[in-house]
């Protein structure tokens, strides 16, 4: 299945390419965009074609902070009727929750969640294309994105507590101060920007109820692009990071009990522990690639003990976890994990 992303995912790319110098046409037309559908919110666009533009340009460019670069040239505005609910909602927790909610209007493969803990409110971003090239200019863009929707929120001057990131710096560090103001972490468990507790019930100024009111009234009607089994592979893939992924909450978070959500995965040819599977094997092939200790990468894949994923990394690609973490940390740069034996892809 094609995972599709709406043209309002390039918009303003033509003025940036541009700006460094760059043939904005040829390089949409190289990757199979029409140059009218970039910024167009009627179209939907291979969410791969839209990375591959930013990707490129940021390699072909020279401009490896690409993706924040185009970030802040769209601001929310590329969030069509969502960016409504960001400046209408009652509260920034409210606002949060309805962009969670309505994103997949706009890229049913991205998510967005809000988590509570008494120090922060951490605010996560995912994009769940498997094997995607440039996640990493697509997830610097979302990030870019979210801290325009803050400040707009919450003030120009915001600074988060920290910015935290799952890929490896790609961007020299002035890119990142000058885009978050704010402490940068690499290669963490998620992507997440950490907001002051407080900031959560700080009201929206200037917001119109009715317009939030027509906003919701519109979302509610678009009928979801996401079929139910990449619905449970984006909720099962957020919930590992807080080490959460069975089936009973992945249902609980979905609003259906868990008994239909089976039914409804074999209705589709799938099973939760088929997904579940999948979405650790892609995470084992991703982290290895960090050098993080084979330990840790069994707790972020929910494995209580490193014995079931040492099982489980045999499996998939038929070797150890340190020599999967071996050949993925001295190897360049690829796009997924390999297929496990006995698998077509």
Not at 176 to 181: A, D, G, L, Q, S
């Amino acid at each position: 299945m094609t995972i599709l992303i709406r043209g309002l995912a390039l918009l303003n790319v033509a003025e940036v390419v541009s700006s460094l110098g760059g043939d904005p046409d040829t390089l949409l037309r190289t990757h199979g965009v029409d140059p009218a559908a970039a910024g167009d919110y009627d179209t939907f666009l291979p969410y791969s074609s839209v990375a591959a533009v930013i990707g490129d340009a940021a390699q072909v460019l020279h401009c490896p902070d690409f993706g924040m670069r185009l970030a802040r040239r769209q601001g929310i505005q590329m969030l069509g009727p969502i960016a409504v609910i960001i400046r209408n909602a009652e509260t920034v927790a409210a606002a949060i929750e309805g962009v969670s909610q309505y994103l997949h209007h706009l890229a049913p493969s991205d998510s967005t969640a809000l988590i509570r803990e008494p120090d922060a409110a951490i605010f996560t971003y995912s994009t769940n294309v498997r094997r995607l090239t440039h996640r990493e200019q697509m997830v610097e863009k979302g990030l870019g994105i979210a801290m325009d929707a803050f400040r707009l929120m919450l003030g120009e001057s915001f600074v988060p507590l920290r910015v935290t990131l799952q890929h490896q710096r790609v961007s020299p560090m002035e890119a990142y101060r000058e885009m978050f103001r704010c402490p940068v972490e690499f290669q963490r468990e998620v992507n997440s920007v950490h907001l002051p507790p407080n900031s959560l019930n700080q009201p929206i100024r200037g917001r119109d109820s009715a317009a939030l009111a027509l906003a919701e009234h519109y979302l509610v009607r678009v009928r979801p692009d996401l079929a139910v089994p990449d619905h449970v592979r984006e909720m099962t893939q957020r919930l590992l990071a807080v080490n959460q992924a069975d089936l009973v909450t992945v249902a609980r978070a979905m609003s259906v009990h868990p008994r239909v959500l089976q039914r409804r995965l074999a209705e589709s040819g799938m099973s939760f522990e088929e997904i579940l599977d999948d979405v650790r094997r892609e995470m084992a092939w991703d982290l290895s690639a960090t050098g993080m200790q084979v330990s840790q990468i069994a707790t972020m894949l929910g494995y209580s003990e490193t014995s079931s994923y040492t099982r489980a990394c045999r499996r998939w690609y038929g070797e150890t976890p340190r020599q999967l973490r071996a050949r993925r940390h001295t190897a360049p740069p690829t796009p997924g994990p390999a297929p496990s034996q006995g698998q077509t892809g």
